[in-house]
């Protein structure tokens, strides 16, 4: 079956860095996308990987790992509005995406 | 940018009445709509996919009489759902592609609260 794997909840200081990882198992591979999703809100788009290595865009960072199915997205220099959940996505070899359930990141003072 | 408005944001109904939840892109065409239902602290579960003109393509144990889809036109997709009741109560997010982008990038609609009471 198709897996998607991330950590339920992490919690960090405000402006320290963070790393949330995310490993995959799907049918076929055709990106890995990252969301953030504060509650009550949609996702919205933070990266896309498609290709190993790594992407940066300001304070946040995607890695991706074909060979070995993982990606973690870094988040550095935190606010506190960065509080929210992180949505690890697989586009799978039918164009499907397949989710993770969310990473839950708690900033503290 | 891509844009997808989403309509109404929340919604209290009663038990037995149908609720219609609009999904509009603003800016370009979405020949796809995707329609995910999330549950709290759950992830987002797709529970259909319409194309522009054709009959939507349900997940497996998605009751399309109950979720009725209509992609009627390129800038519009509605999602029913009909006879609702209690355990309906959800978080219902559209989704579409952006043509042309080299990511594959989706756009999300604001999402619409169900309560169904």
């Known amino acids: 079956g198709q897996n998607i794997d991330q950590p339920t909840e992490m919690t960090a200081t405000e402006g320290a860095i963070v790393q949330i990882n995310c490993t995959y198992q799907?049918?076929?591979?055709?990106?890995l996308f990252w969301y953030q999703q504060h509650a009550g809100e949609a996702p919205t788009f933070l990266s896309y990987?498609?290709l190993d290595g790594l992407e940066e865009k300001g304070r946040f960072s995607s890695f991706l790992s074909r060979s070995k199915g993982y990606s973690y997205l870094l988040l550095k220099e935190l606010q506190m509005k960065d509080s929210a959940s992180y949505l690890c996505a697989v586009m799978d070899s039918n164009y499907q995406l397949i989710w993770g359930a969310g990473t839950k990141l708690i900033i503290k003072p | 940018g891509a844009v997808v408005s989403q309509h109404p944001s929340r919604v209290i109904c009663k038990s037995g009445t149908s609720v219609k939840i609009e999904c509009r892109s603003l800016?370009?065409?979405?020949?796809?709509m995707f329609w995910y239902r999330q549950f709290p602290k759950k992830s987002l579960m797709l529970m259909a996919t319409s194309n522009e003109g054709s009959k939507a393509t349900y997940e497996q144990g998605v009751e399309k009489d109950k979720f009725l889809i209509n992609h009627a036109s390129l800038t519009l997709s509605t999602l029913t759902v009909t006879s609702a009741h209690p355990e309906d109560s959800s978080f219902y997010i559209c989704?579409?592609?952006?043509?042309?982008?080299?990511?594959?990038?989706?756009?999300f609609g604001s999402g619409t609260r169900l309560t169904v009471v």
């Open positions: 799907t049918s076929g591979f055709n990106g």
């Open positions: 990987n498609v």
């Open positions: 989704s579409a592609s952006i043509p042309g982008t080299e990511s594959h990038g989706y756009t």
């Open positions: 800016d370009f065409q979405a020949t796809t």
